[in-house]
């Protein structure tokens, strides 16, 4: 037993002993304090994200009971999930439900990001802003730069600007009690400032406009249909949150439209980022991040364990001394979990120095947000504490256990035994490349089905086609605009349409025929007669004659309204409008190919455009091949500005637009990559060092062998042997690990590759590869030494 008094001597011993072996054999201390940093560093950063995830919007007084309330509606054949109820609706929920201790809502302004906010001479466009009541800031803790902001929201023609904002409209300018323009017509004065939401909030938007101005600035799409609001309420206590929705469901009427039926749901404000309907592209690969991170710290770990365990023998004489002079067990675990603690610290040292350089690179290259604040969390301090507690423990544990059991006796007779004779170390290498090879074969399966996807035909053509948000002021002048656009010598082709494609563009119909006993969904878009020959879609059955407005369908939506065999001339009910089918396109996509392709109706129309710029829609213009797209974008800005000299010029490339579509699995793709090298590079650390461990104890049996003859591949051959059946075992036990994970992976895409036999070779041949290039630098080095040189050192 250690008595406290000589406790402190003995851990100044133990210290110097540590840094007096890390001094000693500098090659591998090296390789375990770097290989440990990186591993440490690397998992800290995915842990750092997992953890930001986990805790969006935990900051707010009471979040446990806070929940917002959204909306399963059945409307014929479709159902929905609508984060917004009516206000009539929420009203009564205030005034009938005695659980709810405050309620505010929020109205959304346009979801396209269309709306523009104007000091003087600065426009800005602003995407997700709200009408907000005076409540939000009963409900939620966003900080207040200047004003106060219950009161700020408490009159009419008013807005509250968030910091970032502010500075890009008033620069130095106090904004407090200026007015700015929405929208060019409607003054706001600015009756508050607000600190920049923080990174882990599922809120996003740039400005709040008090919510009784709704009615006098909102347009008439909007007014008439934008009469409810995403509503959130805290309750009376976190019970309440298991039974609030059915008390809603039965006792309040949820709609006044009969052939409605609506239920309501509520999800915990602090579970909304990650819930299925979240809207978050974080949710599926949240617990993948995180197990590829502890993956990535358990292979640092291992590298620890076996380098510390393979040089066991060089301390074997060290602990048979120590035991035969009456020091005991414990004594040297404690040595041995000193030394790992000390290596430990030190690795944790290098590693949060790494962290802090690398989290704003690594954030941009997986297109995340978070805050330098994020890195003093309590969430994210515990965090670190657990992860540098478990890393002492797993990596001390087991080269403490061993070291300390070896007997004094058979040490000192020269009985010691330097094989490992439990296979453990065998193991931790075998488990080590299970790591490295699964994720290997993940990382190319997940960039073989993101090729796919975004090489797959959609049946239009998205390449050098720019979209440029139609202003209001271009309603005025649409065929001036239009016909200055066409003059340009790289323009092929100018369309309009009333969405913008692949940025949120198409609107739902319900849609019913003869044929069919139940509705059907479909995506339509009203578009001009020039959009299906700019977009070069391909025409199934194209329509007779030349009529100034008709309505086309896509193949599927034929097949699914049952009029496949016979389409031109059909009648297509659309609520309470009728459409007479003129011709029928190829299928193509207006959303992302994860999905089959859906079923979509066209209303064409010569006029289209221009009414619908004053409503926000979208030209298209096909550039030639040879014109140089940044010179024809500086040219269509000068245009643009020709018409609408105070509004911003907003454009998009279309082919763009689509590959944004796969953000969550590119990112999955960038984060596999990354980590699937660094893996790599810490199980070559520790095959190396491994490898220099057994050349060296190895040294006088080289040597013999080259005198009697035995040539460098021989030698070679003998040291590489057992490192390649460890890495041969290891890719026999990942592969079909491997195969069943991504086979369930890309279960949830329509449209997926197929995992084929070369795949599972190909990450054999590259594991080996890596396996040889590693370990033949000692085996090449150890064989070409001098057997004199070898056979005389002791």
């Known amino acids: 037993m250690l008595h406290t008094k000589t406790l402190s001597p003995m851990l100044t011993n133990y210290i110097k002993i540590a840094l007096r072996n890390l001094w000693r054999h500098q090659l591998y201390s090296l390789i375990n304090i770097g290989g440990l940093a990186v591993g440490i560093a690397v998992s800290l950063l995915i842990l750092l994200y997992v953890v930001h995830e986990h805790s969006y919007d935990r900051f707010h007084p009471n979040a446990d ?81 200047q004003g106060d902001g219950r009161k700020a929201l408490s009159r009419p023609q008013t807005v509250i600007l968030t910091e970032t904002l502010a500075k890009n409209l008033f620069g130095q300018e106090d904004p407090m009690g200026k007015t700015l323009m929405f929208n060019q017509k409607h003054p706001l004065e600015v009756a508050g400032v607000m600190q920049d939401l923080p990174s882990n909030t599922i809120f996003s938007f740039p400005l709040l406009i008090s919510a009784s101005t709704f009615n006098t600035i909102a347009d008439e799409w909007q007014r008439k249909n934008g009469a409810a609001g995403e509503t959130f309420m805290r309750l009376s206590s976190t019970e309440d949150i298991k039974t609030i929705a059915s008390f809603i469901n039965k006792h309040i009427s949820l709609s006044d439209d009969p052939k409605e039926k609506i239920t309501a749901y509520t999800v915990p404000i602090t579970q909304q980022h990650l819930s299925p309907d979240g809207g978050s592209s974080a949710t599926a690969y949240v617990s993948t991040f995180f197990w590829v991170g502890l993956s990535v710290l358990l292979l640092a770990l291992i590298n620890y364990m076996n380098l510390t365990t393979a040089r066991a023998t060089i301390r074997a004489k060290e602990v048979g001394m120590r035991k035969a002079l009456g020091g005991s067990r414990g004594a040297l675990i404690w040595q041995f979990f000193t ?47 657990s992860v540098f507690i478990i890393s002492i423990l797993l990596a001390g544990s087991y080269p403490a256990l061993l070291l300390s059991g070896f007997a004094p006796l058979n040490v000192l007779k020269g009985h010691f035994t330097r094989t490992d004779r439990f296979g453990v170390r065998r193991t931790l290498v075998v488990f080590q490349f299970v790591l490295s090879g699964g994720l290997i074969f993940c990382t190319l399966v997940v960039q073989r089905q993101l090729n ?89 059955l194209p329509p007779h004659g030349k009529a100034a407005k008709y309505t086309v ?77 940044l010179k024809q974008v500086a040219t269509l800005e000068g245009i643009f500005h020709k018409y609408a000299p105070e509004m911003p010029f907003k454009y998009y490339f279309l082919d763009e637009a689509f590959n944004n579509l796969f953000q969550v699995e590119q990112r999955l793709a960038n984060v596999l990559n990354l980590l699937t090298n660094i893996a790599i590079l810490i199980a070559c650390l520790g095959l190396f060092g491994l490898a220099a461990f057994t050349a060296e104890q190895r040294t006088k049996e080289i040597g013999v062998r080259k005198v009697l003859g035995a040539s460098v591949a021989s030698i070679v051959t003998l040291l590489s042997k057992d490192f390649l059946k460890l890495v041969l075992i290891a890719i026999v036990i990942a592969s079909p690990i491997a195969w069943w994970a991504m086979n369930r992976w890309l279960q949830d895409f329509a449209y997926k590759i197929d995992i084929e036999w070369w795949m599972f070779a190909l990450v054999g041949l590259l594991a080996v590869g890596i396996t040889l290039l590693t370990v033949s630098f000692q085996s090449i080095k150890a064989a070409l030494t001098n057997p004199v040189k070898s056979l005389r050192s002791e």
């Not at 917004?84 to 959304?108: K, Y």
């Not at 440029?468 to 005025?476: D, H, Q, V």
């Open 339 to 385: 030394e790992s603690t000390l290596l430990s610290a030190l690795a944790f040292g290098l590693g949060i120095s790494l962290l802090i350089v690398a989290k704003t690179p690594f954030m941009t290259f997986i297109n995340t947000t978070l805050d330098d604040s994020f890195l003093w969390h309590p969430y994210f301090i515990g965090t670190v504490v």
């Open 452 to 540: 796919h996807m975004q090489t797959k035909d959609l049946g239009l053509s998205t390449e050098r086609v720019m979209g440029i948000s139609m202003a209001g002021p271009l309603a005025k002048n649409y065929a001036s605009f239009r016909n200055e656009i066409r003059q340009q010598s790289g323009v092929q082709h100018v369309a309009a349409g009333g969405l913008a494609i692949f940025d949120g563009g198409f609107n739902i119909w319900s849609a019913k025929t003869a044929a069919i006993k139940s509705p059907i969904t479909l995506l339509g878009m009203s578009v001009d007669n020039e959009f299906i020959e700019t977009l070069q879609l391909h025409w199934k």
């Open 553 to 629: 369908i896509s193949q599927t939506a034929a097949k699914e309204l049952g009029i496949a065999k016979n389409p031109i001339g059909q009648s297509v009910s659309l609520g309470e409008q009728q459409k007479e089918v003129a011709g029928v396109l190829d299928d193509f996509f207006l959303t992302s190919v994860k999905n089959t392709v859906n079923p979509i109706i066209l209303f064409v129309g010569p006029d289209t455009s221009r009414n619908n710029a004053e409503f926000g829609g979208t030209f298209y213009i096909r550039f030639h091949k040879q014109a140089n797209l």
């Open 65 to 145: 009971r806070t929940v917002r309330l959204s909306a399963r509606m059945k409307r014929e054949s479709m159902d929905i999930n609508s984060m917004s109820l009516a206000l009539s609706v929420t009203d009564r929920i205030r005034r009938q439900v005695p659980q709810v201790e405050v309620m505010t809502r929020l109205i959304s302004g346009d979801w396209q990001g269309k709306d523009v906010v104007q000091y003087r001479n600065t426009p800005l466009y602003v995407k997700g802003l709200y009408y907000a009541e005076p409540s939000f800031f009963d409900l939620f803790n966003f900080q207040m730069k």
